[in-house]
């Protein structure tokens, strides 16, 4: 049976939905806001995860197209990583449902402050200026450890994940600023269609609210992926470590206080 909402609900959705869609095209975290925002609808936890992933499948979908657009990512060069992730999405979507994640709730903060501390001390820890895009398949090894640990990680959790891809792009491949992020959404991408799936098919997505959230998302994407091309470094980076401190914040409170 549908959830009924009323009218305040969809458009603080809406709301939400955009600056989420926003967050996520530019630097990840959308979750951050939308996770939020669907558990005070009074929605199950597991349902909550798998209506987000629907949302975020439609925002990371038009951020990717969009860096592919402006040809700031090559998807030939990353079949392994797309192989690796999907097989790591579904690793973790069913994890979830198997392990306790009391423990990963305790560690997970602890990760992003690292990231958070590690970006603003290295003025290359998100992508060093000089790097240049890469003009051949990136090592297979490589995409696919990351491609199965991010993705295992997307299809469990997800808090953070667009800053891992990003981080952890920029220092394994040397790739510009914005070949990570494109990087980075169409991975996303990737372990959110997964996992999707698997919720879907265990009966745990709200369709209707996730459509409409993805709906706004897409738009937000869309204005975020675009302003992260046009204003690069200077913008990306300041809004990279809030979103990241913010993620981590909000995790520690959860966890810990």
Not at 9 to 30: C, M, R
Not at 132 to 137: E, F, L
């Amino acid at each position: 049976m549908e959830l009924l909402l009323e009218p305040s609900h969809w458009a603080l959705l809406a709301v939400i939905g955009l600056i989420a869609g926003f967050i996520d095209a530019v630097v990840g975290g959308g979750g951050l806001l939308s996770i939020p925002a669907l558990l005070t609808l009074g929605i199950a936890p597991h349902t909550v995860l798998g209506t987000n992933k629907l949302a975020a499948s439609f925002g990371s979908s038009m951020a990717a197209w969009t860096y592919y657009r402006q040809h700031l990512f090559k998807p030939s060069f990353w079949y392994m990583a797309f192989i690796a992730t999907f097989i790591g999405a579904v690793l973790g979507s069913f994890l979830v449902y198997l392990v306790d994640t009391q423990w990963l709730e305790k560690v997970l903060p602890l990760l992003i402050i690292g990231i958070a501390i590690y970006s603003l001390v290295s003025p290359n820890a998100i992508s060093d200026v000089n790097c240049q895009a890469p003009t051949s398949k990136p090592p297979a090894k490589q995409q696919w450890l990351q491609g199965l640990a991010l993705g295992t990680y997307d299809g469990f959790a997800g808090p953070g994940i667009g800053a891992f891809w990003t981080v952890t792009s920029g220092s394994l491949y040397k790739l510009p600023l914005l070949h990570s992020c494109g990087l980075a959404r169409a991975m996303t991408f990737t372990s959110n269609l997964t996992a999707l799936t698997i919720f879907g098919w265990l009966g745990q997505v709200e369709w209707h609210i996730g459509l409409w959230m993805g709906l706004c998302m897409m738009l937000g994407s869309f204005i975020g992926a675009r302003c992260a091309i046009k204003f690069g470094m200077p913008f990306i980076r300041p809004l990279f470590i809030l979103i990241v401190l913010m993620i981590a914040a909000n995790l520690a409170w959860s966890a810990w206080l």
